[in-house]
């Protein structure tokens, strides 16, 4: 998918969006969900972690202060923030760098004002931002990484600034323009122009295997890269030296990233025989002798790290939180890949095949690896042939990542099949993934903590239920209340995220964790399920107990950030034991 073609897909996504919220109430703000859509896609990347919206402006003096969302790490140990700006015109338009970075400079005040403390004192507490504004300043000084990203739909001509120091720490600037998030969405990121002379680097050139290719697309180089040396590489240029990678390094607590870790620490000699080592790819290279006479690498032009990242990384950061880490007997095992295309297309496409092959060896997500479970396949049976009342329409389910898409690309031939797979057939709004699937079951079979610990969390949860219950595999009548349950959560969360200006998402799924509590048992599914719909009663009841809800939330989390509070089980306890309003009368779907 070209450029274009993607800018107009995600403006159709945003459009699609903007309409289901319609009739929330009040004004929507297109930036915002923009945002939500960009920051969703970049979770999906791994480039983010679970995020919120929290959308605060303000003046002090002179200055302007912005935040349009954060998401922190399940350690809490990196925190990236967003600032959002949205133009929403119809064609890909320039923004100049004056811009970006004068969005990117508001971000940081804000961040900057929090870590010392000085901004609890100018937001009203009753704001979500004041939450954000606490957690910041208690766990300021050990976070390990901290980011900020400038989300625009236009494109930028520069994608990342010079860092700034806020209290001792280095904060990363970078911008997420419409450009690199479709070399994100298309896996084939092109590499920054990153010169690295290893005469420079590590003290000498690096001896290697070289095999020439006389008439193939590349040459090809085994080698060892010095620990120190690639802990240097990512100090310098971070997360531009994994553009072309199809994961992002997120978070130390992995039990691959803590093996990395604790091999530095206790046997760093022994790191080359456990470590798998790393993968390059680089435009150009420039070969020459090591002391002993054999080839030797001088310098790669265009290199990028593609699979290796968690590795780079944990060497990186290993070093950042123990000094006395000595890196010095560790030796990297590396690949390398020299580009020899001139064709800029065969070569990017060559990348992403690179990068995907290399990484497919490696498990990924809890939820790609179920895919083949034999609940997983009955439904997404189920799903191509229950047929809705309509006699056209059905729900997709997405059994495998990417499946949607690629089904729209198979029978979407002609501009008008895929208006017609889109709008009649399978609309976005009807698709579900596995992961999503396990929110709306784990949400209404009570479980408001255990979904609040994200998706992967969730559905590892949940694919652990399937297999203990050892119950038989569903049919269509249980096929048809697992998506009445889907739709349901759907229209809750979308009524939501119109009532509040953060933390919808949890307060989302405890408002519905509560209506499966307190009324779930009478509620007739079978009736949304034929309706593909609820009603107004329904939500009219959904709307006084968000309030309800939203209130509990925030006083049993006696200041603590909503979205750490919910992950525990006391709060739903709390939430549990609350007294909420009498049901109002006349809800159609209650029995």
């Not at 520069?158 to 001792?168: A, D, L, Q, S, W």
């Not at 920054?192 to 001896?207: C, H, I, N, T």
């Not at 470590?275 to 090591?290: C, F, H, K, P, T």
């Not at 729209?408 to 797979?421: I, Q, S, V, W, Y």
Request: hydrophobic letters at 40%.
């Amino acid at each position: 998918m070209e450029l274009e073609e993607f800018a107009q897909q995600l403006r159709c996504d945003l459009a699609s969006e903007l309409a289901d919220r319609s009739g929330e109430g009040g004004d929507l703000d297109g930036g915002l969900v923009f945002a939500e859509l960009v920051m969703h896609h970049m979770a999906e990347f791994g480039m983010t972690f679970e995020h919120q919206i929290c959308h605060y402006t303000t003046q002090i003096r002179n200055a302007k202060l912005r935040i349009s969302g954060f998401a922190f790490s399940e350690d809490n140990e990196q925190m990236d923030l967003f600032v959002v700006l949205y133009d929403g015109a119809e064609s890909i338009q320039p923004i100049p760098k004056t811009e970006t970075l004068k969005a990117a400079e508001q971000c940081v005040r804000f961040l900057s004002m929090c870590a010392d403390g000085t901004m609890l004192g100018r937001i009203d507490e009753r704001e979500d931002a004041y939450a954000l504004a606490l957690i910041i300043k208690a766990h300021y000084q050990s976070l390990d990484q901290v980011r900020i990203f400038v989300l625009t739909d236009r494109q930028a001509n520069i994608t990342n600034f010079k860092p700034r120091e806020v209290m001792g720490k280095t904060v990363k600037l970078e911008v997420m323009d419409i450009a690199r998030l479709h070399r994100h969405w298309s896996a084939g990121k092109p590499r920054d122009e990153l010169v690295v002379d290893f005469k420079d680097v590590s003290g000498s050139a690096l001896p290697c295997v070289w095999v020439p290719n006389q008439i193939g697309e590349y040459d090809y180089a085994l080698t060892v890269i010095p620990g120190e040396a690639l802990r240097f590489l990512y100090e310098k240029y971070g997360a531009r030296l994994l553009e072309a990678n199809v994961r992002s390094f997120l978070s130390g607590r992995g039990k691959v990233n803590m093996g990395i870790r604790d091999t530095l620490r206790d046997e760093p000699e022994r790191f080359m025989a456990y470590n798998n080592g790393i993968v390059l790819v680089a435009d150009e290279a420039r070969i020459g002798r090591s002391e002993d006479g054999s080839p030797a690498i001088l310098w790669l032009r265009g290199m990028q790290i593609v699979n290796g990242g968690q590795t780079t990384a944990s060497i990186y950061f290993t070093k950042r939180k123990d000094p006395g880490v000595d890196l010095s007997n560790v030796q990297v095992p590396a690949k390398v890949i020299v580009l020899r295309t001139d064709n800029p297309a065969a070569e990017e496409a060559m990348i992403t095949d690179v990068s995907r092959y290399a990484n497919s060896q490696n498990a990924v997500r809890q939820s790609d690896l179920s895919a083949n479970k034999p609940f997983h396949v009955r439904l997404e049976t189920l799903a191509n042939s229950t047929i809705l009342s309509d006699g056209v329409g059905r729900w997709f389910y997405e059994r495998t990542a990417g499946s949607y898409n690629t089904l729209l690309a198979r029978e979407g031939g002609t501009p008008a099949k895929l208006r017609n797979l889109k709008r009649d057939v399978i609309p976005p709004a009807r698709k579900i993934t596995k992961t999503d699937l396990a929110k709306y079951l784990n949400t209404w079979d009570q479980q408001p903590d255990i979904v609040s610990l994200g998706a992967q969390k969730n559905f590892a949860r949940f694919m652990d239920r399937i297999t203990e219950s050892d119950a038989p595999l569903p049919e269509v009548d249980d096929y048809k209340r697992m998506i009445a349950k889907a739709i349901l959560f759907k229209k809750i969360h979308s009524q939501v995220r119109g009532m509040f200006p953060a933390f919808q998402g949890n307060v989302a799924v405890y408002l519905v964790a509560v209506i499966a509590n307190r009324i779930g048992e009478r509620i007739d599914l079978e009736r949304i399920w034929t309706r593909q719909d609820v009603s107004d009663k329904l939500l009219e009841q959904a709307q006084v107990w968000a309030t309800e809800v939203n209130r509990v939330l925030h006083q049993s989390a006696n200041g603590r950030m909503i979205s750490e509070w919910a992950k525990k089980a006391d709060c739903w306890e709390k939430v549990r034991a609350a007294s909420y309003s009498k049901p109002i009368d006349g809800i159609p779907e209650l029995r």
